[in-house]
T-cell receptor, first 114, second 117 residues
Framework: EDKVVQSPLSLVVHEGDTVTLNCSYEVTNFRSLLWYKQEKKAPTFLFMLTSSGIEKKSGRLSSILDKKELFSILNITATQTGDSAVYLCAVDHQTGGGADGLTFGKGTHLIIQP | DAGVTQSPTHLIKTRGQQVTLRCSPKSGHDTVSWYQQALGQGPQFIFQYYEEEERQRGNFPDRFSGHQFPNYSSELNVNALLLGDSALYLC????????????????FGPGTRLTVL
């Protein structure tokens, strides 16, 4: 059975700290790994990773994928209160029918205290 | 350009009732996927519609059914509601680029919060 496991499930840090969120996966027909940020309702897209060892960066956020060890990390440096959210990891695995069902982890609930 | 829209935003039903949720995809998108997100959990894939047909289905019972219209909008129907169906139902749209393409980014709507009493 396909599964995505995120850790920690919750994390409380102070503004300015650096955090690392983890995601491990076991899926068939892996195509890519995605990170989303969910604040209220709609998850918003952060990164898509398809190749091992290539870091994706966007401002204070960065992510990297290890396809051999089947995991990814999301780093946030110099955290701000606006980074408080649930961070979701999802894996895209293509089925024979060509559909793009995403398998999500439970998410990491990140709280940044002022 | 409107993103993905969903209606209604909130809904309260009682056990045994039936419910219909609606989704309009982002302009230019032709594929709609539905997800169920229970409290404290990640979204779970229900099914995906493309060219008005269900293309892939997650591990959900037949009480969950859907439809896609010629304008690409979609409905999710749930029959014989159970307390456990209470969740945020998310719709995501994308543009199908073909089997050889890499991931087709899915844009999520704000969701419909369903409460079953």
């Amino acid at each position: 059975e396909d599964k995505v496991v995120q850790s920690p499930l919750s994390l409380v840090v102070h503004e300015g700290d650096t955090v690392t969120l983890n995601c491990s996966y076991e899926v068939t027909n892996f195509r890519s790994l995605l990170w989303y940020k969910q604040e209220k309702k709609a998850p918003t897209f952060l990164f898509m990773l398809t190749s091992s060892g290539i870091e994706k960066k966007s401002g204070r956020l960065s992510s990297i994928l290890d396809k051999k060890e089947l995991f990814s990390i999301l780093n946030i440096t110099a955290t701000q209160t606006g980074d408080s959210a649930v961070y979701l990891c999802a894996v895209d695995h293509q089925t024979g029918g060509g559909a793009d069902g995403l398998t999500f982890g439970k998410g990491t609930h990140l709280i940044i205290q002022p | 350009d409107a993103g993905v829209t969903q209606s209604p935003t909130h809904l309260i039903k009682t056990r045994g009732q039936q419910v219909t949720l609606r989704c309009s995809p982002k302009s230019g998108h032709d594929t709609v996927s539905w997800y169920q997100q229970a409290l404290g959990q990640g979204p779970q894939f229900i099914f995906q519609y493309y060219e008005e047909e269900e293309r892939q289905r997650g591990n959900f019972p037949d009480r969950f059914s859907g439809h896609q219209f010629p304008n690409y909008s979609s409905e999710l129907n749930v029959n014989a509601l159970l307390l456990g169906d209470s969740a945020l139902y998310l719709c995501a749209s994308s543009f199908w680029l073909g089997l050889a393409s890499s991931y087709n980014e899915q844009f999520f709507g704000p969701g419909t919060r369903l409460t079953v009493l």
